[in-house]
């Protein structure tokens, strides 16, 4: 900067520097803040990988129903087209009425809608487990897991103990961490900081060069940087709030998902005990007097259907199962039971 030097008409040129000197804990304020925001930031990181699990489970599941489903309709077909050519064959040999010959293939044609609707269920359900996986091949494999397999669901207060394991509940610790790393270093950018002053000067009248040293201190203010201390500390006192709000939601949808997780498990445990066997034993016994000819074909398709159906509804009930075990892991952060479908994922595409 230059001027000029009142009546003696000659100038000066001065060149400084200033550097300020940070008390009251700023330096260390600013690190730690800077240490939480990124604990917060792997936290969401976290909880964005735990998602894309989930999800990637929740698809592989529906491939897996799908693949079942699809493989008990099959059988249905060749069980359906298998009776209309043998009430074609009574027919053309006078011992059944053309009736029956239209209820057969009606009830061929249905069976094949039903396969038909499956089979292209499956294929979107593929499509996007493909996408999310990564691999387009994965749409053209029959994939492979325990989809059969099911276990005791835990009660809801045993599954309510492992809650604050869920990774949104255990990032709002972290995020309180940050709240208070910023509340500190707000209090500490109210104190004024003192400014060391180094630089040289140039008299051009008296052809001179002079050193310049010195000390800078900043005036008394009122403002000590009330307002962004006070904003900091409402939002240090909102996280309780934010934090129980969170863990509301969480324990509402954790009881949810345990009790649909407990329905089906009791609506397989029944199926398996008691429905499907005595759907297999009524249709043999059927079988064996339709041939006798104490039953009519009707009988004998509406205790295939029957068991079709059974069989069916074991295939959603087992999808449900899965999916509302994936929705309860997901919810605690991590898979309820270890060795499970997230295993088999890699292990059935690779087939």
């Not at 059988?75 to 029956?100: C, H, L, N, Q, Y």
């Not at 201390?229 to 309780?240: H, S």
């Amino acid at each position: 900067m230059g001027g000029r030097l009142g009546t003696f008409g000659a100038s000066e040129s001065t060149l400084a520097f200033e550097l300020p000197f940070e008390r009251g804990g700023k330096w260390s304020s600013r690190i730690r803040l800077a240490g939480a925001e990124r604990e917060v930031a792997g936290w969401d990181v976290r909880v964005v990988r735990a998602d894309l699990i989930a999800e990637t489970r929740r698809r592989f599941v529906r491939v897996l129903a799908a693949q079942e489903l699809l493989s008990i309709l099959e059988e249905t077909v060749a069980i359906a087209s298998r009776g209309a050519a043998t009430v074609k064959d009574m027919v053309e040999a006078g011992s059944a009425s053309p009736v029956e010959t239209l209820r057969a293939e009606t009830v061929l044609v249905t069976a094949k809608i039903e396969r038909d609707q499956v089979r292209q269920r499956l294929k979107g359900a593929r499509l996007r487990l493909a996408a999310l996986w990564g691999d387009d091949a994965l749409a053209a494999r029959r994939l492979k897991g325990p989809f059969g397999k099911w276990d005791k669901a835990p009660s809801f207060q045993t599954l309510k103990a492992a809650i604050e394991q869920n990774p949104e509940l255990a990032r709002m610790k972290t995020e309180e961490d940050r709240r208070r790393a910023d509340v500190a270093l707000q209090e500490a950018m109210g104190r004024p900081d003192p400014s060391g002053i180094a630089g040289v000067r140039r008299l051009e009248g008296d052809d001179a060069t002079t050193f310049l040293v010195g000390v800078s201190l900043p005036l008394a203010s009122r403002n000590r940087n009330q307002g962004s201390i006070a904003e900091a500390k409402v939002r240090l006192r909102q996280l309780t709030d934010e934090t129980a709000a969170i863990r509301t939601q969480l324990l509402a949808d954790l009881a949810a998902s345990q009790a649909a997780l407990e329905a089906a498990e009791q609506a397989l445990s029944r199926l398996t005990s008691r429905v499907l066997p005595a759907a297999r034993q009524v249709l043999e016994a059927i079988e064996s007097g339709y041939r006798g000819g104490k039953f009519t074909y009707l009988d004998l398709l509406d205790a295939q259907k029957r068991l079709a159906d059974a069989r069916s509804r074991r295939i959603n009930f087992l999808a449900s199962y899965h999916q509302s075990l994936t929705d309860v892991g997901r919810l605690l952060g991590e898979p309820l039971f270890k060795s499970g479908i997230t295993t088999e994922i890699h292990e059935g595409a690779s087939r």
